[in-house]
Nanobody, 127 residues
Framework: VQLQASGGGLVQPGGSLRLSCAAS????????IGWFRQAPGKEREGVSF????????DYADSVKGRFTISKGVAKNTVYLQMNSLKHEDTAVYYCAAGRDRFMLRRRWELHGQYDYWGQGTLVTVSS
């Protein structure tokens, strides 16, 4: 069972990045995916969520209108398209998978709800 997050890098303010979260060893179609981030000295925070059947997506207020979560055609990869990046988006980004259920959808931002975590990918927004 593995989640592999990738796509981070250095980008200027206003730029874009697309993060990927590739799942292996378990059926991603049964799992909801959350993206989280952790900036230096700060707690891990929920960024975005997508339910197993893609019927529900949600975003932290700080990224609404700028980030978009989606599943790939092959359905074993989840993407986070990040546009109009700001300095405050700088963080290590993690993806996590949890069995899709009511309480997870209701409180997707709680990292204790998830069963599997990727290793993180660093996003640095700097001029």
């Amino acid at each position: 069972v593995q989640l592999q997050a990738s796509g981070g890098g250095l980008v200027q303010p206003g730029g874009s990045l697309r993060l990927s979260c590739a799942a292996s060893g378990f059926p991603l179609h049964d799992y909801a995916i959350g993206w989280f981030r952790q900036a230096p000295g700060k707690e891990r925070e929920g960024v975005s969520f997508i339910s197993s059947r893609e019927t529900t997506t949600d975003y932290a207020d700080s990224v609404k209108g700028r980030f978009t979560i989606s599943k790939g055609v092959a359905k074993n990869t989840v993407y986070l398209q990040m546009n109009s990046l700001k300095h405050e988006d700088t963080a290590v980004y993690y993806c996590a998978a949890g069995r899709d259920r009511f309480m997870l959808r209701r409180r997707w931002e709680l990292h204790g709800q998830y069963d599997y975590w990727g290793q993180g990918t660093l996003v640095t927004v700097s001029s």
